[in-house]
Nanobody, 114 residues
């Protein structure tokens, strides 16, 4: 079955950096677009970044220029490098893919203190 396992979240001060990782299994990774979403308390889940199988990327306006999504097809892993973090980036971050259905990771908490 499809499994997505995130890691790399934590507590960081504003202006700091974190790198999230998502290890995928149960899919032919190189054929799948992969995405990162986030959900802050009391808010809807929102798209942060997406990377296609061909490596094209798209970002939410709120993270453009600060976050970078990348993928390692040999390692079946997608990354989210987050720089210049702001308190409003605080959320649970989820890895996502679609493979005959929608699949989500368990989420990793990112907390940015001011």
């Amino acid at each position: 079955q499809v499994q997505l396992v995130e890691s790399g979240g934590g507590l960081v001060q504003a202006g700091g950096s974190l790198r999230l990782s998502c290890a995928a299994s149960g899919i032919i990774f190189r054929f799948n677009a992969m995405g990162w979403y986030r959900q802050a308390p009391g808010k809807q889940r929102e798209l942060v970044a997406i990377i296609t199988s061909g490596g094209s990327t798209n970002y939410a306006d709120s993270v453009k220029g600060r976050f970078t999504i990348s993928r390692d097809n040999a390692g079946n892993t997608v990354y989210l490098q987050m720089n210049s973090l702001k308190p409003e980036d605080t959320a649970v971050y989820y890895c996502y893919t679609r493979s005959g259905g929608d699949y989500w990771g368990q989420g990793t908490q990112v907390t940015v203190s001011s």
